[in-house]
């Protein structure tokens, strides 16, 4: 059974950074894709950002230039770096993995961003 358990969410001004983690229970060189989505308050959840095994990334039109979406394969781990925040950037932040037909999601880390 995989596992995807994000951290670093929290409370920023905007205009601020925040990294967000998301480690895996086993290796991620095997899934197909990893990405980061989010969840605003009243909204739909959204794709934000993902990366493939190859290493190809696809962002949201309304992140692109800010976040960096990366992986480590030694630890297992995908990263959204995040910069230049915005208000609207808040929400619950969740790390989905693929892998063939299957979906995996982590628990969630709440993003704020005051202005």
């Known amino acids: 059974q995989v596992q995807l358990v994000e951290s670093g969410g929290g409370l920023v001004q905007a205009g601020g950074s925040l990294r967000l983690s998301c480690a895996a229970s086993g290796s991620i060189f095997g899934f197909n894709s990893m990405g980061w989505y989010r969840r605003a308050p009243g909204k739909q959840r959204e794709l934000v950002a993902t990366?493939?095994?190859?290493?190809?990334?696809n962002y949201a039109d309304s992140v692109k230039g800010r976040f960096t979406i990366s992986r480590d394969n030694a630890k297992n781990t995908v990263y959204l770096e995040m910069n230049s925040l915005k208000p609207e950037d808040t929400g619950v932040y969740y790390c989905?993995?693929?892998?063939?037909?299957?979906?995996?999601w982590g628990q969630g880390t709440q993003v704020t961003v005051s202005s």
């Open positions: 990366i493939t095994t190859g290493g190809y990334t």
């Open positions: 989905n993995a693929v892998l063939f037909v299957a979906n995996y």
